[in-house]
């Protein structure tokens, strides 16, 4: 799983980018076979007047399937990590078990259909024996 960190109107020091990569190895760790990368976006949106201004936006991309978006405000920019990464977190636990429900109930149609085909051809192999069993009996 690649990380890159890019900031904007923010300190660009190495702490910052090494909190990125810790937190996310904790909140993605389970995902790192099927992440391809990250791009973290951090930035000051309106400077030092402060409040809720520190912005932290990840897009998470994946091998076949669409990115996922996630932004973050919030006073300091470390919270807006955290919490940026919690919910991307969840968001991708969502999507990968929403994947493998769609997965389930596929394999389980096939099982049902293949059951169809096969008592519908008992059904077929008896009345082709009880019709021989007809034949005989004249």
């Known amino acids: 799983m690649l990380v890159e960190v890019y900031s904007r109107k923010l300190n ?3 702490a910052l980018k090494t909190y990125v990569h810790r937190r996310l190895g904790f909140a993605l760790d389970r995902f790192t076979n099927r992440i391809t ?10 400077g ?3 409040g809720k ?10 091998d076949q399937m669409p990115h996922i978006l996630i932004e973050s405000l919030d006073e300091s920019i ?3 990590i955290d919490n ?3 919910r991307a977190r969840r968001a991708i636990t969502s999507r990968f078990g929403k ?6 109930l596929a394999v389980l149609n096939q099982r049902e259909q293949l059951e ?14 009880a019709s021989k069993e007809r034949v005989h009996a004249y």
Request: one cysteine or more.
């Open 53 to 62: 201004d520190k912005s932290c936006l990840m897009q998470v991309f994946f």
């Open 116 to 129: 169809t085909i096969y008592s519908e051809s008992e059904v077929v192999q008896q009345n082709s024996e």
């Open 78 to 80: 470390f919270s807006a």
């Open 48 to 50: 030092p007047r402060g």
């Open 12 to 14: 660009d020091s190495q």
């Open 99 to 104: 994947q493998q429900r769609i997965q389930r």
């Open 84 to 86: 940026a990464a919690e």
């Open 37 to 46: 990368r990250v791009h973290v976006r951090l930035a000051d949106i309106n």
